[in-house]
RNA sequence: GUGGAUGUAGCUCAGGUGGCUAGAGCAUCAGAUUGUGGCUCUGAGGGUCGUGGGUUCAAGUCCCAUCAUCCACCCCA
């Protein structure tokens, strides 16, 4: 009866193989989101579940069945984070940055829950990067919030990003249109599947994005927004396109991109890929300018974006293998003899504290097995202490690239490999 | 939540129509070379055949259930 405990269903290990990847990409998001001026914002991985009822919208997929919600003890009904922006907005307003210089920058990178059936790209505990711009209305600040992930996935390696954008209007726009669409709807509602049929009474626009024969039959051409843009909009939108050729971004209007979250007004973009399974989108956002205020702050414009970590990660493999991202010792200090072994132990230490990546044998492995073990290490130097070496308080250090090898007094060690390391790059 | 496929060693997989101690490659460890890695050779360890039931003289093999993985739907990151 005992079952065997595993990773529960939906979540995954990262390895130490697969580390050297992850740590490179997280730390090219940091590196990328600075460098434009965002700094990083760290939130609670549970909030109140009314956050996102609230925020997130109560008819949307997201709150409607995928939200890991319980009781605390406190009787407190708490969630595991969906998303990223609307605890972000939380924050905002919570520690009052409005007050202070606008637009706030704001970048996360972090862990999210969502209980959904997993599949490839899927996971009900996955992985967002993502960054938001509080306080700014202009379509300077969308085009930057599009094309700062497009440089991210293009370090990582991640070729042929598709663009998708479009708009879906503001308040004073969107209820025309939508009743527009209801209208369009109307005669066919009868050919429209289940799902469609709920969507035509509480979010109409969402019929735009089922990708089901059916409803696609049913109406083939849906009316599109760009007619019926209010001005604002319109020219929201014709200066995005605007910016975003300046940046040389390619994009393809998709006036079906409506985005299962209720808070988009404006912009909506999504980026996807080939060659990572049928979860081709990794990262999508866009505008929304009512969200500060349904959190509890005052009007206030916003533009942000998300990304998926993992569907990055399925990406760049596609182009990439880990083993260039798995880093290796500077130095592997071989020991013959229990004297060695000990000078060894305080050696490593000695180079650890000079800034090296030093490590050492310490379950008393023969030399030979040692100078395996350095060898899949990548150590780049193997520094030996036999009785010799260690009378004459010296070590033969052997460049494990070439095979030459000379004796050095231990005083010289760190030296020696840091400068050999500054050779080598690095 | 729905449908389909799969589940044998750490990994990738063999094991026609049920039949003796369940195999290979890679990986791990050791030896060949008692002071030297990558190549080669030799050997060793490692499996309650996902789990639980059933059919049978006999089940890795057939049946049912369950769990998990993958794929598609859905949705999105």
Redesign the pocket.
Known sequence: ????I??????FDVMPDDAGLWQFVEGLVRQTFEKCGYREIRTPVFEHTELFERGVGAA???VEK?MYTFKDRGGRLITLRP?GTAPAVRAFVEHGLAGRSLPAKLYYIGP?F?Y?????????Q?H?FGMEVVGAASPEADAEVIATPLAIFGAMGIQDVVVNLNSIGCPACKPAYRQRLREAYAPVLGRLCE?CRARYDRNPL?LL????DECRAALPEPPTIFGQLCPECGAHFDGLRRLLDKLGVEYVINPRL????DYYTKTTF???VGGI????????GGRYDGLVEECGGAPTPAVGV???L??CVLAARANASDEQYQAGLDVFIVS?GDAARERAFELAHEMRCAGLAADFDMVG?????Q??????MRARF?A?L????LAAGQA?I??????E?TRISQGELATCIGAGSAVNGE
Request: with cysteine.
């Open positions: 009866m005992a079952v065997e595993v990773a529960p269903r939906g979540t949307t997929d997201i995928e998303e999210m969502r959904e059936r997993p599949q490839a790209g899927r996971y009900r996955f967002q799902s969402r994005d089922c990708k089901s409506v985005r299962g979250l999504e980026y996807n399974g049928s979860q081709d989108a990794i990262g999508g998300a990304c998926g993992e569907r013959m492995r023969g030399l030979k097995a100078m395996r073990y350095a060898g899949k193997v030996i036999g009785d010799e070496e033969t052997k460049d494990m690239s070439t095979g090898q």
